[in-house]
């Protein structure tokens, strides 16, 4: 027997829709491109959003186009997540930092019928227009004033023109949630990169999650501020959650660093943040250096790599910020787990909590995790094992765009991360490696993120990155590599006496080398495969 409840689909139209009838006035406030700071409401964006759609039809976008956008995080792009994704295309955000090859790849790919892009990245694509093979218009996200004279691009469209020749009474249409919404590829360190087809429903379920207590906590009296680009994974979902939960939003534009990002959190009254390590030591480094305090920020959230121990503390004890660490990948929307204590946590003293805290989070309802060993075994929760993590879930991919990659969940439609964890009975995730990063010595494990953890625990490290480097008689030992603070004194000697008070003496780096700068990944990861490269040559000390 079937229940006798509405099958209303989720759509994310509906959250626009919501915010706007029930949030008109919140705030939505971004830094743009052309200067200066703008400011409208989530009824003004539902407006926008409407002439968004209606501008597509006139340029006769079909349901389940590919649109992309080439933009930072901005009031435009928010309008385009709603109007391209809420007339039944597919909005398509490219991140602007990956090599042009991949951009051209990846347009392609995805067959993009237009491109929507921001003023300062119009002339990556001018130079890139002529090996697209789709797009049939570029759109300037700006107004003709702004438009830069002599662009050699063809056909050139202005956002606001578009937008001002539409009459804004578009309704939006209903169809099954299940239709794609988005789509997001994945920078692999190997192969081509790989699209991930988000659906309504998907974004939806997500949203909802995200929005809960133990998860990002959002409600109607958040201020979040999404450093996290809104073409890495959607911005984690914020810009549905936030419109959702009826929270403020305030997008930082192009200017991410320390001084910019402090400014816009102090003058917003921001109480959420959220994105990758290297932004928040940008952060933390201004703040320090300048003498400056936080005084609305309430939590930020650290993801993409692991959140090093100094950071968590930092935030916490300096600042009075609640680091939410969380875990998450493209293929997963991208939530998997956040980190809050249980009440049973809150009696443990600083440094328990510390570690109950650098743990990746517990996932929340809707992700299934388990830890998997040779042969698909799985492995015991006793937060000692670790093994391959698997996840499954409404929101977790069952196939990359376009069949690529082939097969990638079991018959169980479990999905393999890549990642290696260990899973506690409190329901505690941790990562403790990438599967290809981790440091196989004399047939056992050594967790290259435990060792950067605590190597950037040292006030003089700026950042740390450890490598398996190849040994005759241990198959690989640990190299670690290290970037120092400006000015700081630190030597090998002192960094690994440093380190033998916290790993295991078989763990301690061969060697430690020190750098100008770690290299990143288009997304912030620390990037080993250059590392590797760099380091081909390289020899440990012998004896
Ligand atoms: P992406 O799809 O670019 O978001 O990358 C996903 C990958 O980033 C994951 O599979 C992890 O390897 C890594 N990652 C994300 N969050 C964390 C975290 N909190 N700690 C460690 N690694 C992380």
Known sequence: MLGLIQDRPLLIQQLIEHAALNHSDTEIVSRTLEGGIHRYTYGDAHLRAKKVAEALLALGIKAGDRIGTLAWNGYRHFELYYGISGMGAVCH???????????????????????????????????????FKTVRHVVAMTDRAHLPKDLGIPNLLVYEELLADQPGRYDWPVFDERTASSLCYTSGTTGNPKGVLYSHRSTILHAY????????????????LPVVPMFHVNAWGLPYSAALAGAKLVFPGVALDGASLHELFEQEGVTFTAGVPTVWLALLQHM???????????????????????????????????VLHAWGMTEMSPLGSVNHPKAKHLKLS???????????????????????????????????AFGDLMVRGPWVTRGYFKGEGGEIVDQDGWFATGDVATLDPDGYMQITDRSKDVIKSGGEWISSIDLENAAMAHPAVAEAAVIGIHHPKWDERPLLIVHRKPGAKLDKDEMIAFLGIKVAKWWLPDDVQFVEAIPHTATGKILKTRLREDFRDYKLPTG
Request: hydrophobic fraction near 40%; aromatic fraction near 6%; charged fraction near 25%.
């Open 288 to 322: 320090q250096a300048n003498k400056l305090k936080l005084s609305t920020l309430k939590y930020a959230v650290i993801g993409g790599s692991a959140a090093p121990p100094a950071m968590i503390e930092t935030f916490d004890r300096d600042y009075g910020v609640e």
């Open 93 to 131: 955000t490219i991140n602007p930092r990956l090599f042009p090859e991949q951009i051209v790849y990846i347009v392609n790919h995805a067959e993009d019928q237009l491109l929507f892009v921001d003023l300062n990245l119009l002339p990556v694509v001018e130079k890139l227009l002529p090996q």
């Open 350 to 384: 600083r440094e328990e909590l510390l570690d109950v805290r650098l743990k990746q989070g517990r996932p929340a309802f809707g992700v299934e995790m388990k830890i998997v060993g040779d042969g698909g075994k799985e492995l015991p929760r006793d937060g000692k």
């Open 209 to 224: 999650a995200a929005a809960l207590p133990d998860t990002l906590n959002l409600s109607a009296r958040s201020v979040v």
